[in-house]
């Protein structure tokens, strides 16, 4: 990012003092954008709400069997959540290169977090859920720490995509691909990697005015009835369609439909999910809201509302029948936002940031801590996507 020009001459004044971005996105002359300066609300707003949206998702998994408009709703949330969680992490990607201090905070922030809870969650379902046959491998992302694994693939790769000159095609290219490919396996979930590709190069490939198109009061209007059909919509396609489609962890021939649905399907759900993403993002306060400051730990809250959902399926809480009708599933719907939501403040972060955001100095050569000029460590916190 850039710093603001002043004025040439003699006559030359001071800055202005900074001011808010417009629209809720960060521009290139504003504070926002530069790292170790005040965060964007906008952001920090979309991924809280995103990650709301993930825990109640999870929280449905138990109960939606039972009744098709939970069902539509389910595989509305599905078809955008994790596609917005990836656009923004592919956005505040688009400075990472091979720095030792940026791969430090890649190895710190995003793989040893992953090793961390490939472990504990196998260990927590082997001893609460009384399952002693459960094993342990890293090879195979148990629940959602898939998100970590393929985050740290991604990274990796960004410098390839932002040195090639059709990054968005080849990325499509190879999510059709890994559509037909029912030989990839389970080992670091590559068929998620690989087919939610797309959206982290879309992300790599966008700029903050690309934000602002979707803060237009129009598209704040039309963002209502757009998710109102949907939903209708979603109701619809439940006997028609498979809700494993969103997860984007089969290829075609194991959903049991012929080879070439599979890359039809990556283009479908790539417009429907981009679709309601942009009525999302459009839908996110800008400012300052109540929930702002959570938005900086929702790693937190994402990594960890996992045991709580967990927790309660191995009890068998989710097997009441009240639970089942509309009333139980408004309230295990706010008892899981509620829940992530006190994940994801600072006392719980004070907690589990050994495991979360090691600092791990040790580990490390001082020249990883410093940054290509020699200065001062760079923090990227701000550049995680959760």
């Not at 791969?103 to 609460?128: C, D, H, N, Q, S």
């Not at 509309?326 to 706010?334: A, D, Q, W």
């Amino acid at each position: 990012m850039f710093d603001a020009a002043s004025s040439p001459g003699p006559n030359r004044r001071s800055l202005p003092p900074a001011q808010s971005p417009r629209n809720g996105v960060p521009d290139a002359r504003s504070p926002e954008a530069r790292p170790g300066k005040q965060r964007d609300a906008f952001f920090d707003n979309a991924k809280y709400l995103a990650i709301v949206l993930v825990a109640i998702g999870h929280a449905w998994e138990p109960l939606k069997g039972d009744s098709r408009v939970l069902q539509g709703a389910y595989m509305v949330v599905y078809a955008f959540h994790m596609p917005a969680f990836i656009i923004i992490s592919g956005f505040f990607s688009r400075s990472f290169d091979m720095r030792p201090d940026r791969l430090r905070r890649l190895v710190t922030g995003v793989a040893v977090p992953y090793i961390v809870f490939e472990t504990a969650y196998p260990l927590f379902k082997r001893y609460v859920d009384h399952s002693p046959d459960q094993e342990i491998s890293l090879l195979d992302p148990w629940y959602l720490t898939w998100f970590l694994c393929a985050l740290f693939i991604w990274r990796l790769t960004t410098p390839i995509w932002k040195a090639i000159r059709w990054p968005l095609p080849v990325a499509f290219g190879i999510a059709m691909l890994a559509t037909v490919s029912p030989s990839i396996g389970d080992d670091l979930d590559l068929q998620r990697v690989l087919q939610f590709l797309p959206y982290f190069v879309l992300g790599l490939c966008m700029k903050p005015e690309h934000f602002q198109l979707v803060r237009r009061r129009w598209v704040r209007i039309a963002a209502v009835p757009v998710f109102a059909a949907a939903l209708v919509f979603g109701w619809w396609a439940v006997p028609r369609m498979q809700a494993a489609w969103f997860y984007h962890r089969d290829s075609a021939q194991e959903l049991g439909v012929p080879w070439w649905c599979g890359p039809l399907m990556v283009l479908v759900l790539f417009g429907c999910s981009l679709l309601l993403t942009a009525c999302f993002f459009a839908l996110v306060p800008r400012r300052k809201t109540w929930f702002t400051a959570f938005g900086a730990g929702t790693l937190y809250g994402y990594l960890l509302h996992g045991f709580v959902v967990k927790f309660a399926d191995y009890q068998g809480w989710f097997d009441h029948g009240w639970l089942h009708g509309p009333f139980g599933e408004i309230l295990v719907s706010l008892l899981a936002g509620g829940a992530v939501t006190l994940l994801c403040t600072r006392p719980v972060q004070r907690v589990f940031r050994f495991a979360v955001e090691p600092r791990l100095e040790w580990a490390f050569r001082r020249e990883a801590a410093r940054g290509a000029g020699g200065g001062v460590r760079e923090r990227e916190r701000a550049k995680l996507p959760v």
